[in-house]
């Protein structure tokens, strides 16, 4: 019948084997990025976004500022670094291979100066003076804001006594709540 040649057959199935392994190596590569950010002072920074744009790759800075993305396949990229108070910062990089590229960045603060934010409550909306209201009348000066650093307006309001916020999580926004006034909405 067939005589079959084992020797050639095992030296093609070996060299398949091969051209298997290295086929899928180089097509399924994956490499990571890894790195620190820091402030200009040289302070680790926790909580930065950091992701690759057009992607869902990505990752958030520890508590010292590493952050580790993992998995990415071969190819090039922008990086995207983002936190409240700090400019947001992009690089280009490009991953080839089952390589690790480390990726430390530094974020400038982002410093908007407001002036002083007044929340009063006066009857018929007329002007009263401070010293002659017989209300509570609450002024928050540039440097308190400054000090204190609120991530949010809904933040700063909380610092006005009387008043406060609650925000859903997850959900843009924040219900605001003056004391004194209907929390239904039909103010």
């Known amino acids: 019948m067939f005589k079959t040649n084992t020797i050639a057959n ?4 070996v060299f398949f084997l091969m051209l298997l392994v290295g086929f899928c190596s ?7 990025i890894k790195g620190k950010v820091t402030d200009s002072k040289g302070n680790g920074l926790p909580g930065v976004n950091i992701f690759l744009l057009n992607t869902t790759i990505g990752a958030a800075s520890d508590f010292d500022g590493n952050y580790q993305i993992q998995s990415i396949p071969s190819g090039t990229y922008t990086l995207r670094a983002s936190a409240v108070g700090y400019k947001t910062t992009e690089f280009s990089i490009t991953i080839s291979g089952i ?3 480390e990726q430390n960045i530094s974020l400038a603060a982002d410093v908007l100066q407001m002036e002083n934010v007044v929340v009063t409550g006066t009857p018929g909306g007329s002007g009263i003076r401070k010293k002659d209201a017989s209300f509570s009348i609450t002024t928050i000066s540039p440097r308190d804001m400054d000090r204190l650093s609120p991530p949010s307006t809904a933040a700063a309001l909380d610092l006005v006594p009387g008043v406060w916020s609650e925000s859903s999580g997850g959900v843009a926004g924040a219900n605001i709540f003056v004391r004194g006034l209907p929390s239904s909405g039909d103010a």
């Open 10 to 13: 095992k030296y093609f199935f």
């Open 26 to 32: 180089t097509t399924f590569a994956q490499g990571n």
């Open 99 to 101: 390589e690790t590229l």
